[in-house]
């Protein structure tokens, strides 16, 4: 009787450690482009917000640009998937009403300008997906050179004289996108 006893214990015991084991759920570790959020008004305090965009933060490591993007190419906007923009209200990219949403954001890099693009498509990898026809809005913008190089692709809102800029940068690259309301 002890015996069984002592063989039951001990298969309930081995039972319950195969079964933790191997239901334990295994974590990956960081991601080398981890997602990040800006928007506008950008103070934590301030719920109310009027922008906001998703993105995954690429950090150069010792790449240029030009191998992580090329001109005249859509790009993401980031890493990992899509750029994901939010308007809380309706705004205008150049002359065009975007109605308030979610969309994808993409931007095509050029050596003088890029071309920003809202487009009506989301929950997108990559700009593998990327379909022209549903473009709701696009706007050349000029790009700049920033007097510090950026690791990380970053972006911020700040407020325009009529207009809420978008601010883009990474390495030496600078790039504004006005949405107006």
Not at 13 to 20: D, G, I, M, P, Q
Not at 79 to 87: G, I, K, V
Not at 121 to 148: F, T
């Amino acid at each position: 009787m002890k015996k069984l006893k002592l063989i039951t214990a001990i298969t309930f015991a081995f039972t319950l450690l195969l079964s933790v084991n191997t239901t334990a759920q295994e974590f990956k570790g960081l991601d080398k482009s981890p997602m990040d959020m800006a928007s506008y008004p950008s103070s934590y305090k301030e719920s109310n917000k009027l922008i906001r965009i998703s993105y995954g933060r690429p950090q150069l490591k010792g790449r240029t640009l030009n191998e992580l993007m090329k001109n005249g190419e859509v790009w993401r906007t980031g890493a990992n998937e899509a750029s994901e923009l939010t308007l809380y209200k309706d705004m205008y990219l150049g002359d065009t009403l975007v109605k308030a949403g979610t969309y994808t954001f993409y931007m095509i890099p050029g050596e003088k300008e890029w071309t920003a693009i809202i487009n009506k498509d989301i929950n997108v990898w990559g700009s593998y997906y990327y379909n022209e026809a549903n473009d709701v809005a696009r706007l050349k913008v000029p790009v700049s050179e920033g007097k510090e190089g950026l690791e990380a692709f970053s972006i911020a809102f700040e407020k325009g004289k009529e207009t809420i800029d978008m601010h883009l940068g990474w390495s030496k690259t600078r790039v504004v996108v006005p949405f107006k309301m």
